[in-house]
């Protein structure tokens, strides 16, 4: 087994140890603004996540310095959008309903490439 199968295999058993961790949350991707320059949003897909929430300091997709108010944790790759203009598979656009019910913007978003699949094998998602 490489490297890639080795952090495969190690994603997976994360996945399974800390199933009674996750919690659903609401994504809602962003699809593009109305001709008022509102954002427009795809319907809500429910993921399954570890939700830590904690004040962190992040540097946006801007390279400026934001708190952070979560952090989300997807083990499973997250299926693409698709709509123009968009970083797949989490646009820095989006937005996440929490289990509490609060709704967050995307502050910024990290994971290890996996590059048969050209999708992160584990996905981070800061919240503020």
Request: hydrophobic letters at 40%.
């Amino acid at each position: 087994m490489g490297l890639q199968g080795t952090i495969a295999a190690g994603i997976a058993t994360a996945d399974t140890v800390t199933k009674s961790l996750q919690a659903n949350v609401t994504h809602e991707a962003w699809t593009g603004n109305d001709g008022y320059g509102v954002p427009e949003y795809a319907s809500g897909v429910t993921l399954t996540m570890l939700v830590e929430q904690r004040q962190e300091l992040v540097r946006d997709i801007k390279g400026v310095e934001t708190v952070s108010t979560s952090k989300l944790t997807n083990i499973a790759p997250i299926t693409a959008n698709g709509s123009a203009n968009r970083q797949e598979p989490v646009d820095p656009r989006d937005r996440f309903t929490l289990p509490d019910g609060s709704t967050q913007y995307v502050a910024a978003v990290g994971g290890l490439v996996n590059p048969d699949i050209s999708a992160p094998y584990m996905l981070e998602v800061w919240l503020g």
